[in-house]
């Protein structure tokens, strides 16, 4: 994609598409902005794994809700990269509570892990096609972003794969991402009909209609992936930007933009960053009315921006 500079005149300067000269500098860039960029906070770089294939996980991390992430890095397009980061998937899987005991000593013994969603980020400058035909039959959870540098002050980074969660009833057997040993208790999986049972037919209907507004703002850059948990369905895309909770007649949404940059004329939206509240956003809107649907979209489209 190009980009140009606009100069005082209003000429434009074409700015020159590259890379890093090393892999290592990409990775040391996205780990120092991780929760800006991804969500994401950083439980360890270059985090050890042992065994039969030993070797180094880039970047182990821990998302907003709680899912054990992974983040693989190729300076340019390498197809060995998502072998290599399903490899230490499976081993983390395997292997959980390493990430337990790596994870509470960077954020504390208190800290909430979710193992229903984990997730593998790989970031290269592009795929071949095959890559995303594969990955769509690997099971859930991973994320192809392609980077390009402009110059030396602009990073673009783009969703080109993020399969869209449909969470099952029972974990599936063929999943990639399924590796319960016999021993562990199974753990809880939430969907949609979840947060519904129970629910009138007009809450019904004011999620369904907001679900094909959120799932469509796509469009060319990338999946929005939906992920419902006990509390919420959250939406992200790179990093979350909205979440939902099912009320008795409502619906409440947690937006991931700050109160003071949302443009809202009706002033709809309100800061609850200083109040406990359900969501990783501060910002909280109530859905009460299918009329109300239209102009909800417009605000949660504002938050979605932020990540693309």
Same mark, same amino acid.
């Given at each position: 994609?190009?980009?140009?500079?606009?100069?005082?005149?209003?000429?434009?300067?074409?700015?020159?598409?590259?890379?890093?000269?090393?892999?290592?500098?990409?990775?040391?860039?996205?780990?120092?902005?991780?929760?800006?960029?991804?969500?994401?906070?950083?439980?360890?770089?270059?985090?050890?794994?042992?065994?039969?294939?030993?070797?180094?996980?880039?970047?182990?991390?821990?998302?907003?809700?709680?899912?054990?992430?992974?983040?693989?890095?190729?300076?340019?397009?390498?197809?060995?990269?998502?072998?290599?980061?399903?490899?230490?998937?499976?081993?983390?899987?395997?292997?959980?509570?390493?990430?337990?005991?790596?994870?509470?000593?960077?954020?504390?013994?208190?800290?909430?892990?979710?193992?229903?969603?984990?997730?593998?980020?790989?970031?290269?400058?592009?795929?071949?096609?095959?890559?995303?035909?594969?990955?769509?039959?690997?099971?859930?959870?991973?994320?192809?972003?392609?980077?390009?540098?402009?110059?030396?002050?602009?990073?673009?980074?783009?969703?080109?794969?993020?399969?869209?969660?449909?969470?099952?009833?029972?974990?599936?057997?063929?999943?990639?991402?399924?590796?319960?040993?016999?021993?562990?208790?199974?753990?809880? +999986?939430?969907?949609?009909?979840?947060? =519904? *049972?129970?629910? !009138?037919?007009?809450?019904?209907?004011?999620? /369904?209609?907001? @679900?094909?507004?959120?799932?469509?703002?796509?469009?060319?850059?990338?999946?929005?992936?939906?992920?419902?948990?006990?509390?919420?369905?959250?939406?992200?895309?790179?990093?979350?930007?909205?979440? +939902?909770?099912?009320?008795?007649?409502? =619906? *409440?949404?947690? !937006?991931?933009?700050?109160?003071?940059?949302? /443009?809202?004329? @009706?002033?709809?939206?309100?800061?609850?960053?200083?109040?406990?509240?359900?969501?990783?956003?501060?910002?909280?809107?109530?859905?009460?009315?299918?009329?109300?649907?239209?102009?909800?979209?417009?605000?949660?489209?504002?938050?979605?921006? =932020?990540?693309?």
């Amino acid at each position: 994609m190009p980009l140009f500079h606009i100069d005082s005149n209003n000429q434009t300067q074409r700015i020159r598409a590259g890379g890093f000269d090393l892999e290592k500098h990409l990775q040391r860039l996205v780990e120092q902005n991780l929760e800006e960029v991804f969500g994401v906070r950083l439980v360890a770089s270059e985090f050890a794994v042992h065994g039969e294939q030993p070797g180094r996980i880039d970047t182990l991390g821990l998302d907003f809700e709680g899912a054990p992430t992974i983040i693989e890095y190729k300076r340019d397009k390498n197809e060995s990269v998502i072998n290599q980061g399903l490899y230490y998937m499976d081993w983390l899987l395997n292997h959980r509570g390493d990430f337990v005991v790596a994870a509470r000593d960077a954020h504390g013994s208190d800290v909430e892990i979710n193992w229903s969603h984990p997730r593998l980020i790989i970031i290269a400058q592009g795929y071949v096609k095959r890559d995303t035909y594969a990955v769509n039959r690997m099971g859930e959870g991973i994320e192809l972003w392609e980077y390009v540098r402009y110059g030396d002050d602009l990073l673009y980074l783009n969703q080109v794969y993020g399969q869209q969660r449909s969470v099952p009833a029972q974990p599936s057997p063929v999943s990639a991402f399924t590796t319960q040993s016999q021993d562990e208790a199974p753990e809880a +999986v939430y969907t949609l009909d979840y947060h =519904l *049972k129970g629910k !009138l037919e007009s809450v019904r209907e004011l999620i /369904e209609r907001l @679900r094909q507004s959120i799932l469509g703002m796509a469009a060319d850059e990338g999946e929005i992936i939906e992920t419902p948990n006990k509390r919420y369905v959250s939406y992200r895309h790179g990093k979350n930007f909205c979440e +939902v909770q099912f009320m008795a007649r409502s =619906l *409440k949404l947690c !937006l991931d933009i700050d109160a003071s940059e949302l /443009e809202d004329p @009706r002033n709809l939206a309100r800061n609850v960053s200083e109040i406990w509240h359900l969501g990783t956003g501060n910002t909280e809107v109530k859905l009460n009315s299918p009329d109300e649907i239209d102009y909800a979209v417009g605000l949660i489209e504002q938050a979605y921006r =932020l990540t693309v």
